[in-house]
């Protein structure tokens, strides 16, 4: 039996998140997760609407109490996001929530009246690399060198490009990998479970931020541990989060994202769009991961990429494959995701620079590339089995050691990829502006890789070497 990653995934993130009932959606379709029972609008007379229109719809459960609405004011809540219950959502299974599709619809007639979007799921917003992920993290030996190898260059504190990266927090050993000795921030929580195993998506933060300082030394790198939670957030709380993370420092020349989620639409993500729209109002560059579905479905925040207003203020990325001529097998791919960056097998810090750290994997591999691909790529290879995976056929987990490089690949790691071009292009041309770093960047990209047909920027760094890809052919 093959593996199931996404029922995979949602058991991974329903164990993160006890106290938050989850569904897959839509209608068990797998594509993202959400709250069940809630649906989330905007504070004030949206809300009301929300409201009303859900006890004329819903009579079953037209005795709503005001415990079951959360009311924030935009004074303390700066997303401005409400969320109103709408069933018990201790009923049905994880396979959907009718309850909540009915509220949708039943706000379609008032949203087509409008214009305006006014109701939406509580989704669930995940780092990139784990719905569903590319891999999970392989590790190398000690004499390992990373990839991208780290670009010529000094850091100097007066023109330094300041880069924020909204991820997992910093695990405790980041400062014994030379490039990370000017990286601060958030600490990673509970790194290890009670055996001293490693957790999953622990080091995603500090991977990503050792791809930005090889490729652009001359950056002061911030990781704030906004995903800490087995790297997975509900939107609700998303937005506000994101606040809080450009509150503590300022606004920053780039922001690094590599979360997100799909959400079915095509106008964006309710719970981000009061940050999204502040984001307008500042300099600030937001680098955001395509995500790894393998689909042409626009995945949030990213897609803002392609909106009305965000053309420079938006860079969306996707991933190559590890010879940078193709796209990787998982990466999502459309007009909407403007630039490509290698993401498969890149090699960086992660953890055990001090003491080995075991790790067990959680997925098992694919015989085969599951999205029809020919090549030898992350869905097979290298090859282990997982404690989620295991159905009596896969055999015992694979346990690994890490002592302190590691290959992973997914648009979380194209991303930070992406960043280390940008600031290093403003560096090297004295830019102050990120947002015209982009425009000029990618016109004078001259490198293009074949993504599903289409022929897309391809963001290769100086330092990046090509891996090998066997057979040389595959299905783009």
């Known amino acids: 039996m093959a593996p199931q990653r996404f029922r995979e995934q949602f058991t991974q993130i329903q164990r993160s998140m006890p106290d938050v009932p989850l569904a897959m959606g839509p209608d068990d379709a797998g594509e993202f997760l959400y709250e069940k029972g809630v649906v989330l609008a905007r504070d004030g007379e949206e809300a009301r609407v929300v409201e009303d229109t859900v006890r004329q719809h819903f009579t079953t459960f037209a005795g709503l109490t005001p415990d079951q609405v959360r009311r924030t004011s935009p004074q303390t809540n700066r997303s401005g996001i409400t969320r109103i219950r709408v069933a018990d959502p201790g009923q049905g299974d994880g396979s959907g929530d009718p309850a909540v599709a009915g509220a949708l619809r039943a706000l379609s007639a008032a949203e087509g009246r409008t214009g305006r979007r006014l109701v939406s799921r509580n989704h669930v917003v995940s780092i990139a690399v784990n719905a569903c ?23 100097d504190p007066e023109t330094a490009v300041g880069v924020l990266v909204i991820d997992t927090g910093l695990m405790h050993d980041h400062g014994s990998y030379p490039l990370l000795a000017h990286t601060r921030g958030d600490a990673q929580v509970e790194e290890c479970d009670g055996d001293g195993v490693l957790r999953e998506y622990c080091g995603h933060g500090t991977f990503i931020a050792g791809l930005v300082a090889a490729v652009a030394p001359n950056t002061d790198i ?34 690094s994202l590599s979360a997100g989620t799909s959400n079915g639409r095509t106008d964006g993500l309710l719970g981000v769009d009061a940050f ?44 190559l494959r590890g010879d940078g001529e193709f796209g990787a097998c998982f990466s999502n791919h459309g007009g909407w995701v403007k630039a490509y960056a290698p993401g498969e097998r890149l090699t960086g810090a992660l953890t055990g620079f001090e003491t080995p750290v075991p790790y067990v994997y959680q997925h098992s591999t694919y015989d085969a590339c599951r999205y029809g691909f020919t090549y030898a790529c992350t869905c097979h290879h290298p ?59 990618l016109d004078a990209n001259t490198e293009y890789a074949e993504v599903r047909g289409a022929h897309v920027p391809a963001l290769l760094p100086p330092t990046w070497r090509p891996v090998s890809v066997s057979p040389p052919t595959a299905r783009t």
Do not use: C
């Open 222 to 255: 911030t990781v704030r541990g906004t995903l800490n939670d087995a790297g997975a957030v509900l939107e609700s709380e998303f937005g506000e989060k994101l606040f809080e993370a450009v509150d503590r420092d300022g606004w920053p020349d780039v922001i």
């Open 383 to 441: 090859r282990h089995s997982g404690v989620l995976s295991e159905d009596g056929t896969t055999g015992k987990p694979d346990q690994v050691m890490f002592e302190g490089l590691a290959q992973w690949s997914g648009t979380s790691f194209a991303t930070p990829v992406a960043v280390g071009m940008v600031a290093a292009h403003m560096t090297a041309q004295a830019e102050t502006d990120p947002r015209k770093a982009r425009r000029q960047l």
């Open 133 to 155: 992920p590319g891999d999970e993290p392989v590790p190398v030996g000690r004499g390992a060198q990373p990839n991208p190898a780290a670009a010529d260059g000094a850091h």
């Open 276 to 319: 999204m729209r502040e984001l307008l109002d500042h300099p600030t560059l937001l680098v955001a991961a395509a995500g790894n579905n393998g689909s042409a479905t626009p995945f949030w925040p990213a897609a803002y990429a392609a909106l009305p207003g965000y053309e420079n203020a938006v860079l969306s990325v996707g991933a």
